[in-house]
C-alpha cells in the first residue's frame, strides 16, 4: 500500500468557534484550525477578537490552505446564526463544528462569587449549545457532519477549579445528550478532555519555567502538552477514521488522570 493516507476531509467545510489566539501562539483551536486545513478542509476562522482570528487565517494560508476569519459574539444567537450563515454562503456547506470558547477560575463554591459562578457556566456553555443549534440544521442538509467540544480532564479529576470543574462536566453530558439528539440524522458528537496543555491562554507571567516542568513531570510520559496535540484530535473525530465514534470522550493529557503526581 503506497501513498497518503486519505482521511476524507478534502473538500469538507469546519468552523472553529474560538480559532484565534494571542499573537503567534497555538492555541487549542488555532492549532485545529491549521491542521484541518491541512488536510484540505476550508475553515471559518470565529474569534471575538477579528484580528486573532485573521492571524490565524494567515498562518493557513502561509501553509497553502484555505480559511476566513469571522467575528461574533458567540454568546449571542444571532451571532451564531450568523457564523454559520457566513461559511455556507462561502462554501455552500458546513460539515464539522469546533467548540473551543472558554474562561477558568480557581475559587470554591464558599469563595466565588455568584457573579464569576454564572459567567464561568455560561461561558463555557452557553456558545457550545447556540453554535450546535444553528450549525446542525446545516450539516443536515449537507448530509451530516461532526461537532467537537472542548472540555476538559478537570471536568473528571477536578483539582481546586470548581466553577470551571462544574462547566466543564456539562460540556460531557451536552456531548452525549447531542449524540443521542442527532446520530440518527448523520451527526457525531465527541468531546476531547486536555490535560495540562501549554497554549495561550495559560502561559504567561505566572507560567515559569518551574511550573513547566511540573506539569511536564505529571505527564506519565513526560512530555509537555501542546495546542497541536489537541489539533490532531480534532481532525481524528472529524475525519471519516471515527465514522463509528460518536458520544465519546477523547482523554488528551499523556496519562496525567492516571498518575498519582501533583500537577500544576
Known amino acids: 500500500m503506497t501513498g497518503s493516507l486519505d482521511l476524507g476531509l478534502e473538500g469538507k467545510v469546519a468552523i472553529v468557534a474560538g480559532g484565534g489566539a494571542e499573537n503567534d501562539g497555538i492555541g487549542n483551536g488555532r492549532a485545529a484550525a491549521i491542521l484541518l486545513a491541512d488536510a484540505g478542509v476550508r475553515v471559518l476562522v470565529v474569534d471575538r477578537d477579528r484580528p486573532r482570528a485573521e492571524r490565524t487565517v494567515a498562518m493557513i494560508a502561509a501553509r497553502g490552505?484555505?480559511?476566513?476569519?469571522?467575528?461574533?459574539?458567540?454568546?449571542?444567537?444571532?451571532?451564531?446564526?450568523?457564523?454559520?450563515?457566513?461559511?455556507?454562503?462561502?462554501?455552500?456547506?458546513?460539515?464539522?463544528?469546533?467548540?473551543?470558547?472558554?474562561?477558568?477560575?480557581?475559587?470554591?463554591?464558599?469563595?466565588?462569587?455568584?457573579?464569576?459562578?454564572?459567567?464561568?457556566?455560561?461561558?463555557?456553555?452557553?456558545?457550545?449549545?447556540?453554535?450546535?443549534?444553528?450549525?446542525?440544521?446545516?450539516?443536515?442538509?449537507?448530509?451530516?457532519?461532526?461537532?467537537?467540544?472542548?472540555?476538559?480532564?478537570?471536568?473528571?479529576?477536578?483539582?481546586?477549579?470548581?466553577?470551571?470543574?462544574?462547566?466543564?462536566?456539562?460540556?460531557?453530558?451536552?456531548?452525549?445528550?447531542?449524540?443521542?439528539?442527532?446520530g440518527p440524522q448523520g451527526i457525531r458528537v465527541n468531546c476531547i478532555l486536555p490535560g495540562p496543555v501549554y497554549t495561550p491562554m495559560v502561559y504567561g507571567p505566572g507560567m515559569t519555567e518551574e511550573h513547566r516542568a511540573q506539569r511536564r513531570e505529571a505527564s506519565l510520559l513526560r512530555v509537555e502538552g501542546e495546542g497541536w496535540d489537541i489539533g490532531k484530535a480534532v481532525v481524528y473525530l472529524c475525519s471519516d477514521w471515527a465514522r463509528y465514534v460518536t458520544g465519546h470522550h477523547l482523554v488528551v493529557d499523556g496519562g496525567c488522570s492516571l498518575s498519582a503526581r501533583p500537577r500544576g
Open 65 to 182: 490552505g484555505e480559511a476566513e476569519a469571522f467575528s461574533a459574539d458567540l454568546m449571542s444567537g444571532a451571532g451564531c446564526r450568523d457564523a454559520v450563515d457566513a461559511a455556507v454562503s462561502r462554501w455552500h456547506r458546513l460539515d464539522f463544528l469546533d467548540n473551543n470558547v472558554g474562561i477558568g477560575s480557581r475559587l470554591s463554591v464558599v469563595d466565588e462569587s455568584e457573579e464569576t459562578w454564572d459567567r464561568v457556566m455560561s461561558v463555557n456553555v452557553r456558545p457550545m449549545f447556540l453554535m450546535s443549534k444553528h450549525a446542525i440544521p446545516a450539516m443536515i442538509e449537507t448530509g451530516g457532519g461532526s461537532i467537537v467540544n472542548i472540555s476538559s480532564i478537570s471536568a473528571t479529576r477536578p483539582k481546586g477549579l470548581t466553577a470551571y470543574t462544574t462547566s466543564k462536566g456539562a460540556v460531557l453530558a451536552l456531548t452525549q445528550a447531542m449524540a443521542v439528539d442527532h
